[in-house]
């Protein structure tokens, strides 16, 4: 069994404020790790995605993830938060093998002010 | 190569009509799913298909029936439709690891 858990459904940060949005996972084996964004009224876009190679993942839009096992985490980073960086970010983890259906948290909603 | 497209982009249905969503792919992908996504609650797996004649239920597949005669089209049926089925659907495909999402269809039941 797999689930993700999302911490803050909105996190509120300054344009060019370090951006955190926070990733806890629970998976019986080892995992793939995604981060989606959502741009209002749009599908889903992959920003990036870890499946077993180096644990520091770097994604579009200048963000990264790290993956840590000991934390069970996936945290979404970015070092200056930009106006156009306002949208909603999904977690996702598949179990790695298999047919890699992969659940999806809640959301963030992140909210960058001038 | 237009990736996963969806019709229609929006649906207002009264209780009790039916309908069908419309999704394809053109990247010849074996895995298509489709999702609900309401406030709150991030995607829901409503069902998914890993090829052509092989169907399976997600975590939320009441009141939703789907068929994959072909590796293209995976459509979603509501065959009778209820204030709950008020949502924003999502189909998606998978290459790989990677999935792809379609722009999503909004639909209202009255």
């Known amino acids: 069994a797999q689930s993700v858990t999302q911490l803050g459904s909105h996190v509120s940060v300054s344009e060019g404020a370090l951006v955190l949005l926070r990733c806890n996972y629970s998976?019986?084996?080892?995992?793939?790790l995604f981060w989606y964004v959502q741009y209002p009224n749009q599908g889903l876009q992959l920003l990036l995605k870890y499946t077993s190679a180096a644990t520091l993942v770097k994604g579009i839009n200048g963000f990264e993830a790290e993956f840590k096992k000991s934390e069970t985490s996936f945290h979404l980073t970015k070092p200056s938060a930009h106006m156009s960086d306002a949208a909603e970010y999904f977690c996702?983890?598949?179990?790695?093998?298999?047919?890699?259906?992969?659940?999806f948290g809640r959301g963030t909603s992140l909210i960058v002010h001038p | 190569n237009a990736g996963v497209t969806q019709t229609p982009k929006f649906q207002v249905l009264k209780t009790g009509q039916s309908m069908t969503l419309q999704c394809a792919q053109d990247m010849n992908h074996e895995y298509m799913s489709w999702y609900r996504q309401d406030p709150g609650m991030g995607l829901r797996l409503i069902h998914y298909s890993v090829g052509a004649g092989i169907t399976d239920q997600g975590e939320v597949p009441n009141g939703y029936n789907v068929s994959r005669s072909t590796t293209e089209d995976f459509p979603l049926r509501l065959l009778s439709a209820a204030p709950s089925q008020t949502s924003v659907y999502f189909c998606?495909?998978?290459?790989?690891?990677?999935?792809?999402f379609g722009p999503g269809t909004r639909l209202t039941v009255l």
């Open positions: 998606a495909s998978k290459g790989g690891t990677d999935q792809f």
């Open positions: 998976s019986s084996v080892p995992p793939y």
């Open positions: 996702a983890v598949s179990e790695s093998g298999g047919s890699y259906i992969p659940t």
